[in-house]
C-alpha cells in the first residue's frame, strides 16, 4: 500500500493551510490515569473515598469526581471529621506513616502510588542503607519529594534544584573560614517530573564538589519515562510550529512548565485552562499552532481547544488528540 507523503511547515506554507499539530505526547501521563483508574473504580456515592491531598490540579477533574464519591482532603484528622472510612495515597506517594496511622485509626487504605515513584522511595532507602548522603534534586514542598524523603528516613538527607541551596559551598579538600564540604559519598535522585537538562546540569556542579579528595558521588536518573516521552514531544514540536497552547488547570506547575519551555525556545507559548481564554490575536499570522498538555489535563479539555481552534480554521490532526494505547507499561 502507497505511504501517504508526510506534510512539512513548508508544504502548509505553499497551500495556505493552518494546522493544529498535537504534541505525541500530552495530557494524563500513565501512572495519573492509573490511579484515576484505582480510585474511580473503588468509589461510590455510597462508599466515598478521601485522596489524602490533591489527587489531580484540574477544576473540571475534581468537580466530576466529587459526583462518583472522590473528595480530597488535606490529612486524616479532616477525613474522619468528614465522615469518610475510605481513604487514599494519590499518585504522587506519601511517607509510610500515613498508610499506618490510618490502620491505626481503623480506616481503609487505597494505594495509588505509582510505581515509577514507589521505585524512587525504595532506591532512597537502598542509597541511604549503603551510606550515601541523599539528595533529592525536585521541589521541597513537592508530596512526591517529601515522600520520598520520608522513605528515606535519615538526616543525611536534603530536597533543593539549587547548588545554593545544598548544605555545603566548598569541594572535598577544600580549607578555609566558612568552608563547608560534603560527606565522602553523595547520591542523587530526581523528582520524576524534572527536567533532564536542568538535573544534569545540577548533577554535573554537584559532581565537582564531591569527587576530589576520594569522594564518591552517585546519579540515579529517576525522571520516569512517561515525562522524558513529554519532554522529548515538546521539543518535537519546537520546530513545526508558531504558537503553542499549554492546556492545563491554572495550579498545574508542569502544564507552566511546558509553555515555560516552549517560551524559552523561541515559541510564543501561553498556558490556558480553558478554551476561552484563547485571545483570538494570538492567532493571527499564525500558520501552524502546537497543542501540548500538563499530566492533571483530561482529554475532553484537550479536545474542546482543538475543536475551538478547528471552528477558527485551523485543520485539526488526522488521528485524533491521541491514538490510546490501552497496553502501555513504561520502562522501570
Ligand atoms: S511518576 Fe511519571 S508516570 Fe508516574 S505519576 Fe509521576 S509523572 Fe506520571
Given at each position: 500500500m502507497p505511504v501517504a507523503p508526510v506534510k512539512t511547515s513548508t508544504d502548509t506554507a505553499i497551500t495556505g493551510e493552518r494546522r493544529i499539530i498535537v504534541a505525541e505526547e500530552l495530557g494524563y501521563c500513565w501512572g495519573v490515569r492509573r490511579a484515576l483508574d484505582i480510585i474511580e473504580d473503588a468509589a461510590t456515592p455510597e462508599s466515598r473515598v478521601a485522596p489524602i491531598g490533591d489527587i489531580i490540579h484540574n477544576p473540571q477533574v475534581v468537580h466530576r469526581l466529587r459526583g462518583q464519591g472522590v473528595e480530597g482532603a488535606q490529612d486524616l484528622d479532616e477525613a474522619e471529621?468528614?465522615?469518610?472510612?475510605?481513604?487514599?495515597?494519590?499518585?504522587?506517594?506519601?511517607?509510610?506513616?500515613?498508610?499506618?496511622?490510618?490502620?491505626?485509626?481503623?480506616?481503609?487504605?487505597?494505594?495509588?502510588?505509582?510505581?515509577?515513584?514507589?521505585?524512587?522511595?525504595?532506591?532512597?532507602?537502598?542509597?541511604?542503607k549503603q551510606g550515601y548522603y541523599l539528595v533529592v534534586y525536585g521541589d521541597d514542598y513537592h508530596p512526591e519529594v517529601q515522600g520520598?524523603?520520608?522513605?528515606?528516613?535519615?538526616?543525611?538527607?536534603?530536597?533543593?534544584?539549587?547548588?545554593?541551596?545544598?548544605?555545603?559551598?566548598a569541594k572535598r579538600g577544600e580549607t578555609g573560614e566558612g568552608k563547608i564540604t560534603p560527606p565522602r559519598k553523595v547520591a542523587v535522585v530526581s523528582?520524576?517530573?524534572?527536567?533532564?537538562?536542568?538535573?544534569?546540569?545540577?548533577?554535573?556542579?554537584?559532581?565537582?564538589?564531591?569527587?576530589p579528595n576520594g569522594g564518591e558521588f552517585r546519579l540515579c536518573n529517576t525522571i520516569c519515562e512517561p515525562t522524558t516521552e513529554r519532554q522529548e514531544a515538546l521539543k518535537r514540536l519546537i520546530g513545526e510550529v508558531d504558537l503553542i497552547l499549554a492546556v492545563g488547570g491554572r495550579k498545574?506547575?508542569?502544564?507552566?512548565?511546558?509553555?515555560?519551555?516552549?517560551?524559552?525556545?523561541?515559541?510564543?507559548?501561553?498556558?490556558?485552562?480553558?478554551?476561552?481564554?484563547?485571545?483570538?490575536?494570538?492567532?493571527?499570522?499564525?500558520?501552524?499552532?502546537?497543542?501540548?498538555?500538563?499530566?492533571?489535563?483530561?482529554?475532553?479539555?484537550?479536545?474542546?481547544?482543538?475543536?475551538?481552534?478547528?471552528?477558527?480554521?485551523?485543520?485539526?490532526?488526522?488521528?485524533?488528540?491521541?491514538?490510546?494505547?490501552?497496553?502501555?507499561?513504561?520502562?522501570f
Open positions: 471529621s468528614r465522615g469518610f472510612k475510605r481513604v487514599a495515597i494519590t499518585a504522587h506517594g506519601f511517607g509510610p506513616q500515613l498508610a499506618q496511622e490510618a490502620s491505626t485509626r481503623g480506616l481503609e487504605m487505597i494505594d495509588t502510588t505509582c510505581p515509577l515513584v514507589t521505585k524512587v522511595q525504595r532506591l532512597a532507602q537502598k542509597l541511604v520520598v524523603l520520608n522513605w528515606a528516613s535519615t538526616s543525611k538527607a536534603v530536597a533543593t534544584k539549587k547548588i545554593e541551596q545544598l548544605p555545603w559551598n523528582q520524576t517530573t524534572k527536567n533532564i537538562d536542568e538535573l544534569m546540569e545540577f548533577a554535573n556542579a554537584l559532581q565537582a564538589m564531591v569527587v498545574s506547575s508542569n502544564t507552566a512548565r511546558l509553555a515555560d519551555v516552549g517560551n524559552q525556545r523561541g515559541v510564543t507559548s501561553y498556558h490556558i485552562e480553558r478554551p476561552e481564554e484563547i485571545d483570538p490575536d494570538w492567532l493571527e499570522g499564525v500558520t501552524n499552532v502546537g497543542v501540548t498538555a500538563g499530566a492533571s489535563t483530561p482529554d475532553d479539555v484537550i479536545q474542546e481547544v482543538v475543536d475551538y481552534l478547528a471552528s477558527n480554521g485551523f485543520t485539526p490532526p488526522e488521528g485524533g488528540i491521541r491514538p490510546v494505547d490501552e497496553d502501555y507499561v513504561p520502562a
